[in-house]
């Protein structure tokens, strides 16, 4: 059974950072291509940042300089460190793994940044 399990989200004053994690089990994470999405109210999802099963990583220009994604392959995680945050960073995020036949999403971890 795959399950990718978000951790990190939280409350944070703008300005401030914080490290999503997404600790992925019944699959390994460094072959498939790792994302992180967020859902603000009202708004649809939209693709923060990408680590591909080759290392390569791609940003959304809302958090390119901003953010990091990165993966831990001893502890099968990966990871999005976000700094300088905003409250437009307000948002559930979510991990997001996806292959040639798979495609699963975790629970979702809530990151709300006070002005």
């Known amino acids: 059974q795959v399950q990718l399990v978000e951790s990190g989200g939280g409350l944070v004053q703008s300005g401030g950072s914080l490290r999503l994690s997404c600790a992925a089990s019944?699959?390994?994470?460094?072959?498939?291509?790792m994302d992180w999405y967020r859902q603000a109210p009202g708004k649809q999802r939209e693709l923060v940042a990408t680590?591909?099963?080759?290392?390569?990583?791609h940003y959304a220009d809302s958090v390119k300089g901003r953010s990091t994604i990165s993966r831990d392959n001893a502890k099968n995680t990966v990871y999005l460190q976000m700094n300088s945050l905003k409250p437009e960073d307000t948002a559930v995020y979510y991990c997001?793994?996806?292959?040639?036949?798979?495609?699963?999403w975790g629970q979702g971890t809530q990151v709300t940044i006070s002005s």
């Open positions: 997001h793994a996806r292959g040639r036949f798979i495609d699963y």
């Open positions: 019944g699959i390994i994470a460094s072959a498939y291509a």
């Open positions: 680590i591909t099963s080759s290392s390569s990583t």
